[in-house]
């Protein structure tokens, strides 16, 4: 991905994010948003069940299913949407901002791509070595050269 649109892609994530950063401080209550909501407003499993067009059972289900993390935003969404809510929902960064977590992951790549080159490096060189150690022509200093060799790819990439 180019970086102007990464970064343009960055900044739109970010402000919309804004408004989930208290969320990220909140605890999911024991027994589910459902349960909770539901209780809170002074509905019975009946009434969610009559305007959801299921039966108390069903919304029971949905809400032991929404605790145990196995329920599916469709299924979130509709029982929701039958105690007049609505569902939102956002990914937020553990710790720290998007923008830090970006760097984060931006090292990571960086990294792993310069351990690539370094372990081609190491092949090329070692395959070198071999070679002219069969003919009696090797030059020694193979972590001298697997560093020099190494420097230099980084530098055209």
Partial sequence: MRDNFRNLRLD?????????????????????????????????????????????????????????????????????????????????????SIFELAEKHRQRREHSLEQQIRDRVRQDVLGVEHTMALENQASGGVDRLIEQETKRRLRKK
Avoid: N
């Fill in 12 to 96: 739109q994530v970010a402000r919309s994010l804004s408004s989930f950063e208290a969320a990220r401080l909140e605890a999911r209550p024991q027994r589910g948003w459902l349960r909770a909501i539901r209780e809170g407003l002074g509905m019975s499993l009946e009434e969610v069940g009559k305007a959801l067009g299921q039966s108390k059972k069903r919304i029971l289900d949905f809400e032991h299913a929404e605790a145990e993390d196995r329920i599916t935003l469709k299924s979130l969404r509709r029982v929701a949407s039958a105690m007049d809510c609505e569902l939102v929902y956002g990914l937020v960064p553990k710790s720290g």
